[in-house]
């Protein structure tokens, strides 16, 4: 943290660390919603041997979702820090309560969704096991719920001091 | 001539296949352990987390302001600013959870089954019991009754209500119920960590 602090601001580098975990929520997003969608709406069987194709080969994001949200989890748990000391105290002083209750609760729905993660990828291992379809489905949908949470309250957070706030 | 070469290629082929076989089944089996353990710890992980969350048992606490680690719990001295405990409980949960998912690796199928009904409404169970003795106490009883504001008092109804249902769930039903429980238990934790949090909802 001295070496960094020489090179930079301190300030300046927590606002770096902010906006990589933005555009890691980004790509997180945007993977993990398409992967819902497509679990939402199945391929189709249209007449004759022609299959209607899903949008999205779902199968082959699940090892980048995985990957993103333990990243992700990761660069949360270090701006957490920060967050602690220099954004929730004067969030309590200024008394926003429900941003406050809010990113607690954010912590607790990011950290289910993680402990969910080897059985994500094994729902989604090759061959895809018809037995598992339904349980597979859920824990996306799940997991995509906790991302669009954790986004939007983590946008909240970053509104009352973050990057460009 | 060919038909002995052919022949020959058959049994070439018979024995070739051996090795293949094994080399599935043992990559099957794999599959297999990894899935027991991938389920067992994806139901165990959000169950303990939301136990250790709610104890208040961290691993570590942390604290930022002075960058100072202490082991298990730590009440913040005179200038050591706010305690985090969150990386504590994670760190807890994620080690015991590894532990049970590796130890149900190695036990039979239906016996993980069972146990993980026990295991799961002995988590709903047990604060249940201690919640209605509270309610028995304040609101009911007509005697002094604070003896029975104990969590070990509340563990005894717990555990026989865990064990009759345990006992009573038909093996079929336990079977297919399994994976499902990788959506109850994270939903039902997040019930109680949410209603733990009102709070700051209610001022």
């Not at chain 1, 949008?55 to 990957?67: G, R």
């Amino acid at each position: 943290m001295d070496i960094i602090s020489g090179i930079i601001r301190e300030d300046t580098f927590w606002k770096i660390l902010l906006f990589v975990h933005f555009l890691l929520a980004v790509s997180l997003l945007a993977a993990v919603t398409l992967q819902a969608v497509a679990v939402l709406m199945p391929a189709r069987q249209a007449a004759g041997n022609f299959v209607d194709r899903s949008p999205v080969p779902a199968a082959s994001y699940a090892a980048v979702i995985a990957i993103l949200y333990v990243l992700q989890a990761l660069m949360g748990a270090w701006v957490y820090v920060k967050y602690r000391t220099y954004v929730r105290i004067p969030m309590e002083e200024l008394r926003h309560w429900w941003t406050v209750g809010s990113f607690e609760f954010k912590e607790h729905v990011v950290t289910m969704g993680m402990g969910l993660l080897p059985a994500y990828w094994y729902f989604w291992r090759q061959p895809l096991s018809a037995e598992h379809d339904g349980v597979r489905k859920w824990v996306t949908i799940f997991l995509a719920l906790s991302v669009w949470y954790a986004f939007i309250v983590g946008h909240v957070a970053n509104d009352f001091r973050g990057v460009g706030s | 001539m060919t038909q002995t070469l052919d022949v020959g290629g058959r049994f070439s082929q018979l024995d070739s296949s051996h090795p293949v076989d094994a080399t599935t089944s043992a990559a099957q089996t794999r599959a297999s352990q990894f899935g027991t353990f991938a389920i067992t710890f994806g139901i165990t992980f959000p169950l303990l987390y939301t136990v250790f969350e709610r104890l208040n048992w961290p691993l570590f606490t942390y604290q930022p302001a002075v960058g100072k680690l202490y082991f298990w719990l730590h009440r913040p001295l005179s200038g050591e600013g706010p305690p985090m405990y969150w990386y504590g409980w994670i760190v807890l949960a994620v080690a015991s959870a590894f532990v049970v998912g590796w130890i149900a690796t190695m036990v039979s199928g239906q016996w993980l089954r069972r146990a993980t009904v026990f295991c799961c409404a002995l988590a709903a169970l047990w604060p249940a019991a201690l919640a209605a003795l509270r309610i028995f106490i304040t609101d009911w009883a007509t005697f002094d009754a604070d003896f029975l504001n104990s969590v070990w008092v509340a563990a005894v109804p717990g555990f026989l209500g865990a064990a009759a249902i345990t006992y009573f769930v038909p093996s079929r039903l336990a079977e297919r119920a399994w994976t499902s429980w990788l959506l109850i238990v994270p939903i039902g934790g997040l019930v109680v960590l949410g209603y733990s949090l009102q709070q700051y909802f209610v001022r």
